[in-house]
């Protein structure tokens, strides 16, 4: 099991809190306005943050065509699987579920990542590897368990969630294998900018108003919508590519199991989701399921 290095650990630890607290950002930015336009406009305020990253950082934007442009098929396949699919399905569930009822469902991606590992990729998981899934496991039916009669009323929305969650666990298991011989930085620019076109096409296919006359955006919706550009597009995204692609999928999948108990939680406080004893075995066992995988393993003995 890998151990993290410092810059690893502090943004795992900002990535944690950042996407923790943006489910019922979220939930507050798509109630009353349609939820591919918020998320579309979100990502054209992330790109250019995003853009001045990579300007200060002097890392290159641009990215090898290769032999039959094969560089920006790969790049398509990547944002295909960790973003189209990811972010039209879960910001439609998020308007349709409790925000951490979303999170909860989202953050099935271990889990599946687990599993496409070992068919598609022959990933062998050790007994730590094992233990942190199945702790996740019973984790998110812990945080699901008060929610199985109302989930049960909005299949669809359910659907949806853990779509999105096994694309994104594909996207995540690509990504650590992609040779594209690029800074992960200048991939996350390019992802979030041919999603930005996808969802804004979508956005107007699918949301445009007969009269032609977008509906204005609150005051709730603007700070939502500005907190998902800036933190979301302009950070957190590239961090995690950063951890996917620079741990091994079972590790970085796993070390981010406390976002959906900081949604859970931070759900409860601001819109008075209500907490059962579940919930803070389920933090438990998130705690142990990240422990499984980011605790440093002990030195094997030398051998006399």
Sequence with gaps: MPTLTKQQLILLVLLTLVWGLNWPIMKVGVTGYPPLTFRALSMWVGLPVLGLALWWLKVPFRLQAGPGGRDWLELLKLACTNMFVWHVC????????????????????????????????????????WLGVGAASVGVVLLLWHEFTALTGKPEAVGLALLAAASWALGTQLLRRTTLPVPTLTISFWM???TAVVMT?????FESPADGVWPAMGTASLWAMLY???MIFGFAHAAWFFL????????????????????????????????FWQDYVAMALMVVSIASVLWPARASAKAP
């Design 90 to 129: 879960i910001i439609l569930a998020v308007s349709a579920l409790s925000s951490g009822r979303a999170a909860i469902l989202g953050y099935t991606m271990p889990i599946f990542s687990a599993l496409l590992g070992a068919v598609l990729f022959a990933a062998v998981l050790s007994r730590r590897g």
């Design 228 to 230: 998902n550009g800036v």
């Design 244 to 275: 996917a692609r620079s741990l091994p999928p079972v590790a970085s999948t796993l070390s981010v199991m406390l976002i959906p108990v900081l949604g859970v939680f931070s759900g409860a406080l601001w819109l008075r989701e209500q907490l």
């Design 192 to 194: 979030t900018a041919l």
């Design 201 to 205: 096409a979508m956005a107007w296919w």
